[in-house]
């Protein structure tokens, strides 16, 4: 049973410049959250997908947009990308039950680099 | 606002000690209180996890105590090892309508000397 699984693993950025990331959720998983660490920091929410709708969403600004798609897996893009903006970015999926309502798993990031 | 309060920043024990992670919470409304395990390189891994209605709960080497009237909860891990060495973080989340979103700790990284 595959995990949560992102891609690329590592990305290098100018100031400026779009970017897209890329999420497939654990199996049987509906709902894809994501997240983005800075170095020494925890992970900070960005927003949640679920039906294919953002359903919440984290203090950050508009330049960050995300879509889901009708197989779950989801895409999170970032334009005119900032020197802050470099971190790590994290999927979370989660299939929210009447027991399991918050139980995420993550998947292993996408280390993003702005110069 | 920072509405979880994680300490100490970082921690190390001597294997086979005992190691301690506190944390703080500042919204009455979350009940949902998971801690996170995360090695360089990877994301976090779910460790343990603990809802208000019980005040410990044990699996393996690791329990949480959770103190619901002080806003408190904590981190044991006992018999600590070399490989248990990463970033713990701790979470708070509310389970009412759709807010399920994390909201974390800043992380302590602890270090198991053999």
């Known amino acids: 049973d595959a995990g949560v699984t992102q891609s690329p693993t590592h990305l290098i950025k100018t100031r400026g410049q779009q970017v897209t990331l890329r999420c497939s959720p654990k199996s049987g998983h509906d709902t894809v959250s994501w997240y983005q660490q800075a170095l020494g920091q925890g992970p900070q929410f960005i927003f949640q997908y679920y039906e294919e709708e953002e359903r919440q969403r984290g203090n950050f600004p508009d330049r960050f947009s995300g879509h889901q798609f009708p197989n779950y897996s989801s895409e999170l893009n970032v334009n005119a990308l900032l020197l802050g903006d470099s971190a790590l970015y994290l999927c979370a999926s989660s299939r929210p039950t009447r027991v399991a309502k918050n139980i995420q798993y993550f998947g292993a990031g996408t280390r993003l680099s702005v110069l | 606002q920072q509405q979880v309060k994680q300490s100490p920043q970082s921690l190390i024990v001597q294997k086979g000690g005992i190691s301690i992670i506190n944390c703080a919470y500042e919204?009455?409304?979350?009940?949902?209180f998971p801690w996170y395990q995360q090695f360089p390189g990877k994301g976090p891994a779910l460790l343990i996890a603990i809802r208000p209605d019980v005040s410990e709960k044990k699996e393996g080497r690791f329990t949480i105590s959770f103190n619901k009237s002080a806003k408190q909860f904590s981190l044991h891990i006992m018999d600590s090892q070399p490989g248990d060495s990463a970033t713990y973080f701790c979470a708070a989340s509310k389970s009412g309508g759709s807010n399920y979103k994390l909201t974390f700790g800043k992380g302590t990284l602890l270090t198991v000397n053999p």
């Open positions: 919204n009455t409304a979350f009940d949902y």
